[in-house]
């Protein structure tokens, strides 16, 4: 390694420092500015992880998965937390800021939508809300197009011998996922036995994980919200504490879910 890298150079501390810009004078608005970037940047790691992953499933090679699998619920703590900092922001405080926003808002970013998409949450319209930011679209689309994280999971499934109807190993992966008995009885016979299966027992276990963690950052998303603003909208025209009550209610994995019942 050259001599010349430096703590500072080898993270690029020059650009990442001077990267916020606050549009006022309020005391909080560095805080709500540094809460954002710093949680894309868990969201880009948790991409990375997420590809990684879901190659490795597809790939039958499920050990390097669950080490991925892991670090992005890791991540998605740190992603959970940042709640807990953003909070600390009054009404007073966000409506000093707000007027200086215009019609940014957290729904436009392409990277939370894009790990949406990969976990399998996917609607077509999403696509078109990035429509000005044509390198995300193009790969909203092109994610859109390919077996999700949990596509992934239950072909799997199918290949180690569990029975899982074609309807759902043959379905559009644009389409948003219907939750199907077939891929319930095999996750039941998984949990049923799991030294039979430990591997794929390893695996539902990792990917309950990561619908747990997704769902505690909506709910907490959702109070900090409520805590700041109530129920006005968002900025941006986006409706707010309602819609964030909606998206709680979406599993990603329904079967992951409903197996507890059944088993």
């Not at 794929?200 to 998303?221: P, T």
């Amino acid at each position: 390694m050259s001599a010349d890298v430096t703590y500072a150079s080898y993270l690029d501390l020059g650009r990442i420092l001077e990267a916020q810009h606050p549009a006022s004078d309020a005391h909080d608005e560095l805080l709500f500015i540094i809460v954002h970037q710093a949680s894309e940047l868990w969201l880009k790691l948790c991409l990375h992880e997420l590809t990684a992953a879901r190659e490795s499933i597809e790939a039958d090679d499920l050990r390097p998965a669950f080490k991925m699998l892991a670090r992005v619920a890791r991540a998605q703590q740190q992603l959970i937390q940042s709640w807990d900092v953003l909070s600390t922001m009054t009404p007073h405080d966000y409506s000093a800021i707000r007027p200086h926003l215009g019609a940014s808002s957290g729904f436009q970013s392409a990277q939370y939508r894009m790990m949406e998409f990969m976990l399998g949450g996917r609607d077509g319209k999403h696509v078109r809300l990035h429509k000005s930011n044509a390198d995300w679209a193009a790969r909203l689309e092109a994610e859109a197009g390919r077996a999700s994280l949990y596509d992934a999971a239950i072909r799997l499934l199918a290949r180690r011998g569990l029975a899982i109807c074609a309807a759902v190993l043959e379905r559009d992966p644009a389409a948003a996922y219907v939750a199907d008995p077939s891929v319930e009885a095999a996750w039941a016979a998984i949990y049923r036995d799991p030294q039979a299966h430990w591997d794929l027992y390893e695996l539902a276990e990792k990917l309950v994980d990561l619908e747990y963690h997704f769902q505690r950052w909506r709910f907490g998303h959702l109070k900090t919200v409520e805590r700041i603003i109530g129920f006005k909208r968002g900025t941006g025209g986006t409706p707010g504490v309602p819609y964030l009550e909606g998206v709680l209610k979406q599993a990603f994995f329904p079967e992951l879910l409903s197996v507890r019942t059944a088993i």
